[in-house]
């Protein structure tokens, strides 16, 4: 049933709507965790996806890091709070 629920609303995103200006879902964000000095690439997906498909490099939109840069721009700096504590984030790109 909760999977029957969830294809009910599935949404196919078309690549070529994926913004380049702000974070959204599909994107592919360039960050650096500012407080560690790491920079990493991840794709932006939804809490269903990254369940399914564990590829590395791939976060939920509902984790603390994905939620917490969800409609930033380059260039911000965002303070997420982690279950390890707060942590600065910076977007250094986004593409599709």
């Keep these: 049933q909760e999977l029957e629920?969830?294809?009910k609303n599935v949404v196919v995103i078309d690549e070529s709507e994926i913004s380049v200006n702000t974070v959204s879902l599909g994107s592919l964000v360039r960050l650096r965790l500012v407080d560690v000095g790491i920079e990493e690439e991840y794709q932006l997906v939804s809490e269903t996806e990254a369940k399914l498909d564990v590829t590395p490099k791939r976060i939920s939109r509902d984790s603390a890091i994905g939620g917490g840069v969800l409609g930033h721009k380059v260039g911000e700096t965002v303070t997420?709070?982690?279950?390890?504590?707060l942590m600065r984030v910076s977007i250094l790109s986004i593409r599709r």
């Design 5 to 7: 629920a969830k294809l």
């Design 80 to 85: 997420v709070e982690t279950p390890g504590g």
